[in-house]
T-cell receptor, first 114, second 117 residues
Framework: SQKIEQNSEALNIQEGKTATLTCNYT??????LQWYRQDPGRGPVFLLLIRENEKEKRKERLKVTFDTTLKQSLFHITASQPADSATYLC?????????????WGAGTKLIIKP | DGGITQSPKYLFRKEGQNVTLSCEQNLNHDAMYWYRQDPGQGLRLIYYSQIVNDFQKGDIAEGYSVSREKKESFPLTVTSAQKNPTAFYLC????????????????FGPGTRLTVT
């Protein structure tokens, strides 16, 4: 079955540095990956989407890469700020008969220290 | 303001009681979803619906039921048959149901934390 792995350990980054989070998946390559941000006790908020035929996607200080050979997506936050502290979730599209669903990683907690 | 509302934010119930979680959206989205989130695990899909009066089971539907009588509303009932109901429940919507070739972001509500003792 399709699985997603995100680093379960919190990632501590100094303010101003680039934070890089990893999302690894098994089995077949998904049609696309999505990244979401989740703050404690709240619902996830969509950040970026990258398709299998795209190598890289950017949005302001955010960048996502997609390597279908390594079966990995990397999520980068440049010039990180304490306000970027949150849990970041990746999700991939899974085909299920004629319906498709997102399956989710458990998320990586990012802590940006001032 | 457009968005998804869930109520209540916190819910406490005794074991053996059914409980219904509310989810309303004013985004005019066709598709709605219920997820369960437990510590250290990814979101798991309980039920989803792509149109009114139609819904499908997700990965962990046992012990849950839903209805979709209106486009805006997708309530979830946690029944006494659910063996481990204590969790954080998230409702989401998207423009349409996901399918290969087109990808739609999901909009989430604030969640309901259910505690059953």
């Amino acid at each position: 079955s399709q699985k997603i792995e995100q680093n379960s350990e919190a990632l501590n980054i100094q303010e101003g540095k680039t934070a890089t989070l990893t999302c690894n998946y098994t089995n077949y390559s998904p049609a696309y990956l999505q990244w979401y941000r989740q703050d404690p006790g709240r619902g996830p908020v969509f950040l970026l989407l990258i398709r299998e035929n795209e190598k890289e996607k950017r949005k302001e200080r955010l960048k996502v890469t997609f390597d279908t050979t390594l079966k990995q997506s990397l999520f980068h936050i440049t010039a990180s700020q304490p306000a970027d502290s949150a849990t970041y979730l990746c999700a991939l599209l899974r085909g299920l008969d004629s319906n498709y669903q997102l399956i989710w990683g458990a998320g990586t907690k990012l802590i940006i220290k001032p | 303001d457009g968005g998804i509302t869930q109520s209540p934010k916190y819910l406490f119930r005794k074991e053996g009681q059914n409980v219904t979680l509310s989810c309303e959206q004013n985004l005019n989205h066709d598709a709605m979803y219920w997820y369960r989130q437990d510590p250290g695990q990814g979101l798991r899909l309980i039920y989803y619906s792509q149109i009114v009066n139609d819904f499908q089971k997700g990965d962990i539907a046992e012990g849950y039921s839903v209805s979709r009588e209106k486009k805006e509303s997708f309530p979830l009932t946690v029944t006494s048959a659910q063996k481990n109901p204590t969790a954080f429940y998230l409702c989401a919507s998207s423009i349409a149901l996901l399918y290969a070739g087109l990808a739609y972001e999901q909009y989430f509500g604030p969640g309901t934390r259910l505690t059953v003792t």
